[in-house]
Every structure is written in C-alpha cells, then in structure tokens.
C-alpha cells in the first residue's frame, strides 16, 4: 500500500505489502512451493543472487510468498525491512545471536517468555556472552546495569505470562547513551496496540504463531528494523535455515487480514475478566494493565494504544486449585498457546515456562497458581459465564470438603 500512514490500521492489515499484481491476476498472494528459480539468462541471474536486481534464486534465501508476508509487517511496525523465520523462537534466537558473540553483553529481565529466558541462562553463557538479567518491575537498577555499559538490551513488554509493563521511552535513553542495540518483543501487543520502532526501538520481534497468525493452525516469527540490520539477520537465517516455508507464509498473511477485527473483540472481553477475577474470592491477583490499578497501567496507557488480549491471574491454594479449576472450563482450550480465535487456559508450568524446573521458575517470581488466558472472539458474556460456573463449582467442592472434615472431627 506504499506505506500510506493516512490509512487505518483496519485497511493496512488488510492491504498492506499486497498493492502490487500477483501471479495469474489473482487476488491473493498464491503459495509458491518451489525450492528453487530458474533463469535462462545466466548474467540476470548472477545479478539477481548478487542481490544487483529483484528476484528469487533458493526458497531458503528468499520466496514470493514469503516476501508478500515480510513487506505485511514491515508497513504494520513501519519498518524498513522484515525477516520471516519458521517459528518465534527461531526468530529471537536468530536476532540474539545475529548480534551477541563471545565477549559481548546483553542486559534483560528475569520474567521474559521462558524461551527467551533459556537462550539467556543456558545458551548464550555457553558462548562466553555476559548476561545480566534484571527485576523486571526495577527500572532503575536496570539503568543502571545498562549504564555499566552493553552492547544489546532485550525488552518484552507486556511480559509473558506475568503481563510486567517496561518503560521502553525511558530504557532506550538509557541504551543509547552507552550505544546499545535495543530489541523488543511485541508478540501480545502485537503491531495494532504498540509499534516499539515508532518509539526508537530498533529492532521488533514477533511469534507470528500467535496473534498475527490468529488461528493455531501454523508457525513462525518475523523480525523488523532498518535495513542495514535487517541484512545482518537475513544473513544469519539463510546460512542457518530457519526460514519459513510458503504454507504457513500464506496462512500467516490469511490470519493478519482479521487482525483488528478479532483483537477488538478480544480485548473488550479481556478487560471484563480482568474485572471479574479481580472480585473472584479463589483469586489472589490479576495481572492485565488495563486495570487501573496494575502497576504498569499508566506507561501502557502512554505506550500502546489498547491493552491486549491477555489475562493472568494466580489463583488461592496453587496448583491444587488450577487442576480443579481448568477442566471445568467449556469454552476453552487447556493447551500452551495463545493468540487464537478460541480461548486458551494454561497454567506457566506447562506453557509459557514449561522450559523451567519448579526452582527456576520460582526464581522468577512465577507461581504455580499463575493462569494465563489467551482470550478468544467468543462472546464476552459466555466467557463470563463459563468462569462463573466453573468457579463456582470448585467453591461448592471446597464447602463440601470442608464440612466433611468438620463431621469427621469426634465429639
């Protein structure tokens, strides 16, 4: 759509990257599994695989599928340059080590997605890459570990699962006066209520599995930035092959059209569970910034332009609770995924942090009553009265137990 800003967020996930002519006039981007790109002239295609004229030449390096899905995110985080990988993971893998080698030092939080936390305290280490990870909610003490100097910051905000709002105005200061690289995971903001590099992040990650895809059905990531970064990551991925096949290319572009429709309805029902488990006597704590009261509301509210379709809640009595709880659930998925049309439950141990032991993740404040909700586009009072039931339910079962232990006492 030639990068027309004037437009709606709406039209822009619809149009955007796909105002050009696709193959045989059609109206979508068609799937193109061909591994590799014949030419008959063999100068054009030197040029072509030197990069001197626009082309393909090997599916690993580069697919029109691919590249229709990359030009998407980069109009949507208003970058200059994407990088499509096969799943998110990949994608922060392949920026941490794009830019992070022995001797360099990179500066995080505790509570990051437990992924992101292993390359941080198993792999990177391993690499002789000095780590220094945080209290997420301490900006100070993060200032001044990145005034200690670094050479790459690594933001998640809102954090998963605990839903932790980071400052990004006021810790990319503090990167760049010591010339940190700044990178930021965007995956529950997702481009619609956050654009970091609008900000002055400079470079975006996204599980694409997650709310850009929209339906659980596929994988992937993609990376935005300048550029001349954008070079140095593509690089990575085509040498090391975590490229992202056409399939889920096509599919990801499919579930990025319904994006603002479905993020509108799943937000307006995040906000009225967060208001419902706030009141909910098995509920010890709410984690969702658009609770006025959550310590993170009033950045959110300066950063993001809504407050995301995820809920996190730990509930009284820990996991005893939990596998009560969850199965009673009708309306619900309990699997370790988010950002589909259907709502997720999960506790942290088997989803966002499944990667951790108990010890770890008690190390990182995570606990293991912690629920995560991935809220779907049901209608919001069905949700409501399929928590109100099912918390019901246990609360009778907890009268009931209570009273046939009461009988049991002699007299």
Request: one cysteine or more; a negative charge.
């Amino acid at each position: 759509m030639n990068n027309d800003k004037n437009a709606g967020i709406g039209t822009r996930v619809v149009w955007g990257g796909e105002q050009v002519e696709h193959p045989y006039n059609a109206t979508q981007m068609p799937i193109v599994a061909s591994a590799a790109y014949g030419y008959r002239d063999i100068d054009g295609w030197y040029d072509v695989a030197l990069g001197n004229q626009p082309g393909f030449i090997y599916s690993r390096m580069s697919n029109p599928t691919v590249a229709v899905l990359e030009d998407k995110l980069r109009e949507l985080e208003q970058a200059e340059s994407a990088v499509a990988f096969s799943t998110g993971m990949a994608a922060i893998s392949g920026v941490l080590h794009t830019f992070l080698c022995q001797g360099k030092r990179v500066v995080s939080t505790r509570d990051s997605y437990g992924g992101t936390n292993k390359i941080f305290e198993e792999f990177l280490p391993r690499q002789g890459v000095d780590v220094t990870l945080c209290d997420t909610l301490d900006c100070a003490a993060i200032e001044r570990e990145i005034a200690r100097g670094c050479d790459l910051v690594y933001l998640e905000t809102p954090s998963n699962p605990t839903l932790k709002i980071l400052d990004i105005r006021r810790l990319l200061a503090a990167a760049k006066r010591v010339g940190a690289l700044v990178v930021a995971d965007n995956t529950f903001a997702t481009p619609l209520n956050q654009n970091p590099l609008a900000l002055g992040v400079d470079v975006v990650v996204h599980s694409a599995t997650k709310f850009l895809s929209g339906h659980g059905d596929v994988l992937g990531g993609v990376v935005c930035g300048a550029e001349a970064l954008m070079a140095q990551v593509r690089h990575y991925r085509e040498i090391n092959g975590a490229s992202l096949d056409p399939f889920s290319a096509y599919l990801i572009i499919r579930g990025i059209k319904t994006l603002a429709l479905r993020l509108r309805q799943q937000q307006a029902s995040a906000q009225a569970i967060a208001e419902y488990l706030r009141d909910e006597p098995l509920v010890e704590s709410v984690n969702y910034p658009g609770l006025p009261e959550h310590p993170g509301h009033s950045i959110a509210r300066s950063q993001m332009r809504g407050f995301g379709a995820i809920v996190s809640f730990v509930l009284r009595g820990g996991m005893d609770t939990v596998v009560k709880l969850l199965p009673l659930l009708r309306y619900a998925h309990r699997a370790g995924n988010l950002g589909a049309v259907e709502t997720i439950y999960g506790p942290a141990r088997t989803t966002s942090h499944v990667e951790n032991t108990l010890e770890e993740r008690q190390a990182l404040g995570i606990s293991e009553g912690l629920v995560r909700i991935s809220v779907g586009i049901e209608d919001t009072a069905d949700l409501l009265a399929d928590l109100r039931q099912a918390f019901a339910t246990v609360s009778h079962q907890g009268t009931d137990a209570s009273s046939a232990r009461h009988r049991e006492v002699p007299a």
